[in-house]
Structures are given as structure tokens and as C-alpha cells.
């Protein structure tokens, strides 16, 4: 069981001056649950090398077991100081691939050429793709093997409108996600801000925010654990 992790290269919030990156949560929470199954993870990120971390995510509300862990984990922080660059893997390698959020992938993943063409393949060879929150935004320029947008018809979830409201960035990020998502011709649905909903369509897993991370896990474990 091999899973492929995709994290973001991108650490400016919009032109704030502020800084953004993945969310630690969205990361240590999948990251373990499937290792703990048994999983063989990979990590990687368009520039390679350590990706930025949303410096906001290591505030004290927003630390969970699996955060902790991570703190005191090596093995794990020197595995995200050294992520291979995207264009060095290949989906004929992995059994599915899973993006964590944090606003970084707004910047970089939506249209990095070479995640599309991952994430098209993965889904060409039968494989499941599974994103958190903002990384539902990695799904949005990929098609699927007839050549139709990939999110046509399909059912899925991501980062809010009212919850990017919460937060104060609806004006800071280059688009609102829940929009784009429903643009693409996809079926967006949600359940109440900060609580988890995640939805299985085919190959594709979504969460809608952080409280949804280590249950799109469990999705994805349960496909996974399906094909065997």
C-alpha cells in the first residue's frame, strides 16, 4: 500500500506580506492514520525540499495528537525537510495520492501542469485522489479520461465560502473554492463550518476543512483496502 502525499511550494498569503503553506494538521493527521495501517508514504512538492508550513497551523488551538506526534517525530520532520520534486514521481508507482491543505495549493497546485497530469493519471489507471480543504482546488483543471473536466457531475467538498469568510480572507485568496469547485460542474456539498463531511465519488475523496483530515484518511484506507 503505497500512498503519494502532495504538498505545497507556496508560502505568500496572497500580497498580505503574510505567510501560508500546508496546514500541520492536514498533514499529520492522514500522515498517520495511514501509516499506522501500513502504509509505505511518499512526500512530495512542486519545488522539493521542505514546504512551507502555515505558520498559523503551530498555534496552540490548532494542535492535535497527531500534531504533537509530528513535534517529536525526526524520522517524519527530516522525511518533509527533503519531499522529492513532483516531476521526479509517477503515479505507476503508487497506489493513490493524497493532498493535504492549507491555502499554499491555491497558488501553486491549481494549475501546476505536472500535478494535473499526476493526478490525470492516477485516476486513468484506477487510483484514488483524495484532497483536504483548500487542496480540493488541485482537482479543478484535471479531465478525466474522456476528456471531460474531471469534477463534471461528480460529487465533492472543500474549504467553504462561510468558512473562508470566518477566517477574513475572502478578499486575500485568488478565488473561493466552493465557487470554483461548483464552476467546474461539480456536485459541492457541506456540512456545518468546522465540523467533518467528507465525500467518496468513484476515486475521488474530499474533506471539506481540517476537522475532515483523518477522515478522508479513513476513506481513502477503506478504498484502498477495497482493491486488495
Same mark, same amino acid.
Given at each position: 500500500?503505497?500512498?503519494?502525499?502532495?504538498?505545497?511550494?507556496?508560502?505568500?498569503?496572497?500580497?498580505?506580506?503574510?505567510?501560508?503553506?500546508?496546514?500541520?494538521?492536514?498533514?499529520?493527521?492522514?500522515?498517520?492514520? /495511514? /501509516?499506522?495501517?501500513? &502504509?509505505?508514504?511518499?512526500?512530495?512538492?512542486? $519545488?522539493?525540499?521542505?514546504?512551507?508550513?502555515?505558520?498559523?497551523?503551530?498555534?496552540?488551538?490548532?494542535?492535535?495528537? &497527531?500534531?504533537?506526534?509530528?513535534?517529536?517525530?525526526?524520522?517524519?520532520?527530516?522525511?518533509? &525537510?527533503?519531499?522529492?520534486?513532483?516531476?521526479?514521481?509517477?503515479?505507476?508507482?503508487?497506489?493513490?495520492?493524497?493532498?493535504?491543505?492549507?491555502?499554499?495549493?491555491?497558488?501553486? /497546485?491549481?494549475?501546476?501542469?505536472?500535478?494535473?497530469?499526476?493526478?490525470?493519471?492516477?485516476?486513468?489507471?484506477?487510483?484514488?485522489?483524495? &484532497?483536504?480543504?483548500? $487542496?480540493?482546488?488541485?482537482?479543478?483543471?484535471?479531465?478525466?479520461?474522456?476528456?471531460?473536466? /474531471?469534477?463534471?457531475?461528480?460529487?465533492?467538498?472543500?474549504?467553504?465560502?462561510?468558512?473562508?469568510?470566518?477566517? %477574513?480572507?475572502?478578499?486575500?485568496?485568488?478565488?473561493?473554492?466552493?465557487?470554483?469547485?461548483?464552476a467546474k460542474g461539480g456536485h459541492y456539498t457541506k456540512g456545518a463550518d468546522w465540523s467533518s463531511h467528507v465525500v467518496t465519488d468513484g476515486l475521488l475523496i474530499t474533506g471539506q476543512n481540517p476537522q475532515s483530515s483523518v477522515d478522508v484518511a479513513k $476513506?481513502?484506507?477503506?478504498?484502498? %483496502? $477495497?482493491?486488495?
Open positions: 500500500m503505497k500512498v503519494l502525499f502532495v504538498l505545497t511550494s507556496h508560502d505568500q498569503l496572497g500580497d498580505t506580506g503574510e505567510k501560508t503553506g500546508f496546514w500541520t494538521e492536514e498533514f499529520a493527521g492522514p500522515y498517520y492514520t /495511514l /501509516l499506522d495501517a501500513g &502504509a509505505e508514504i511518499t512526500l512530495a512538492s512542486p $519545488a522539493g525540499g521542505q514546504p512551507p508550513v502555515d505558520p498559523k497551523s503551530g498555534l496552540p488551538d490548532f494542535q492535535t495528537d &497527531a500534531t504533537r506526534r509530528l513535534d517529536n517525530d525526526p524520522a517524519t520532520i527530516d522525511k518533509l &525537510a527533503t519531499t522529492h520534486k513532483l516531476v521526479n514521481v509517477s503515479a505507476d508507482d503508487f497506489d493513490a495520492v493524497f493532498y493535504p491543505g492549507g491555502h499554499g495549493p491555491l497558488w501553486d /497546485l491549481t494549475t501546476n501542469g505536472i500535478s494535473v497530469a499526476l493526478i490525470e493519471a492516477f485516476i486513468k489507471q484506477g487510483k484514488p485522489v483524495s &484532497a483536504v480543504c483548500h $487542496a480540493s482546488c488541485v482537482l479543478l483543471n484535471a479531465f478525466d479520461p474522456e476528456s471531460e473536466p /474531471l469534477l463534471k457531475g461528480k460529487n465533492v467538498t472543500g474549504f467553504s465560502n462561510t468558512e473562508e469568510d470566518a477566517v %477574513q480572507l475572502t478578499n486575500v485568496v485568488p478565488f473561493l473554492l466552493e465557487d470554483e469547485l461548483v $476513506a481513502l484506507l477503506k478504498a484502498l %483496502q $477495497a482493491e486488495a
